[in-house]
Structure formats: C-alpha cells, structure tokens
C-alpha cells in the first residue's frame, strides 16, 4: 500500500545535444573561477540575495525528502564579534596542541592559523546546521535519513549558488562547534555542520596558489 500522489514531472527541459554540450561547458568556467576566500569586505550585502541563494539550498535532494537541515543567516555584529571570540579560542586549542603534525602540515599551503577575523568583518555568517532527527508539531520525533549526506549536498548548492550571485565564501570549520548551538540558541537535535563566510573579497585579497585535480585523477571510465 502507498499513499503516493504524483504529478507530471514540472520544468524540465530538452536542450539539443550541442547546447547541452556548451552549457556544460560554461557551467564547468563558471565553477573553475570559484575560490575560497579568507580576506573579506565589510560591504554590505542585501538580505534578499542571502535568502534567496538559500532557497536554491533549500532545492537540494535529501533522505527520504525529509530535508534535514537549518540554516542560521547571521548578519548582527554582537552575535559575529561572539561567534569569532568562540571560533578562535577553538582553533587557538588546534593550532597550538590539538592538531596532529600531520594535518597542520596538510594545512600549511592554505597559509591559515587560529586568527578568524573573517568571522567580523564579513556581511553575513550562515551557520548550517544538520538536524539528527525532526520534530513534528506536537513533539514527536521523525527520523532523518542520509542527513550529513543531506546537508553536504544542500551545502554545496549554497555555495554554488553563492558564487553565482557573485558573491565569496568561506566554509569554515571550527573544531568543536557546539558553541554555536549556545550562541544562536538552536536545539539539541541540531548539529552543526559547517560555518560559511559569505560576502566580497577585501579589494586585494590574496589565495593560495594550488590546483584543482585533473579529470583523469578524479574520474573512472569502465
Ligand atoms: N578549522 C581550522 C583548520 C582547518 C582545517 C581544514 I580540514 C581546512 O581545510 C582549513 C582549516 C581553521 O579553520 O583554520
């Protein structure tokens, strides 16, 4: 038995090979011109562009479509200047102890340290958030298929969405993050996930010279 109720598939369109091709093709220009960026802009970014770069998260699939995250756009200067104060006494522990030789040598090209003024100086901070199991009007738990697999795929539909508006971003990591549920006030059910920096680069902002792998390297043909 189903309680299944479908409609025609809405929206999709046939394109001629050669337009698929080239739309590809410019889609392919368009990611490779994405950058994550450590040096922002305090100029402002409009709310409007912010929320709608997270509907297109919001379009993401998702476990049994229950679309298991929460996403907390955070633009109040006392909640950042909390947030940095937080991130950085974490990443102070990882930097200076934590962290095992090997993996801040893997981090030694991207020329990063415990110092996050990012976290200030950028418009907006969205905190995304993976929810380990819902929690219907009345209380009662729904549980969450696939979530981190969810939210990665959402996450990474947020970004894409965000450079294509023309802005940069950032996805940062501070390890733990729990603080984050403490500062914005979310629920024990809510993990955090990752915490992305979004705004202009700082007029002269600088990126690590390294390279994306080549197709052959990332990619299987049988
Ligand atoms: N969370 C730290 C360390 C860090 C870890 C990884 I994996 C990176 O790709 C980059 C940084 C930080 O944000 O500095």
Redesign the pocket.
């Known amino acids: 038995m189903t309680d299944a109720t479908f409609i025609p598939l809405p929206g999709f369109v046939t394109y001629p090979e050669a337009e698929m091709l080239e739309r590809a093709e410019h889609f392919l220009s368009e990611a490779k011109r994405r950058r994550t960026v450590r040096e922002f802009s305090d100029r402002p970014v409009p709310r409007a562009l912010i929320e709608t770069c997270l509907q297109t998260a919001g379009t993401a699939v998702s476990g049994a479509n229950m679309q298991p995250w929460q996403f907390v756009a955070v633009q109040d200067r006392g909640i950042k200047r909390d947030i940095r104060v937080a991130a950085e006494a974490e ?1 102070r522990a ?1 930097y200076n102890g934590k962290a095992p030789r090997e993996w801040l040598d893997a ?1 030694a090209p ?1 020329g ?2 415990a110092n996050k003024p990012f976290l200030e100086t950028a418009p907006w901070l969205i905190a995304v958030f993976q929810q380990r199991f819902g929690v219907l009007p009345d209380g009662r738990r729904v549980k969450h298929y696939y979530a981190t697999e969810s939210v990665g795929i959402a996450t990474g539909l947020l970004i894409s969405a965000i450079h294509h508006a023309g802005l940069a971003s950032l996805t ?4 733990p993050m729990k603080f984050l549920n403490r500062i914005l006030g979310r629920p024990r059910n809510e993990r955090p996930f990752l915490l992305l920096v979004v705004g202009y680069p700082a007029p002269n902002a600088t990126v690590p010279d390294i390279g994306r792998k080549d197709l052959t390297d990332i990619a299987t043909f049988v």
Do not use: A, V
């Not at 940062?172 to 390890?175: K, L, M, N, V």
């Open positions: 990443e990882f981090l991207l990063t340290d940062h990591t501070p390890s």
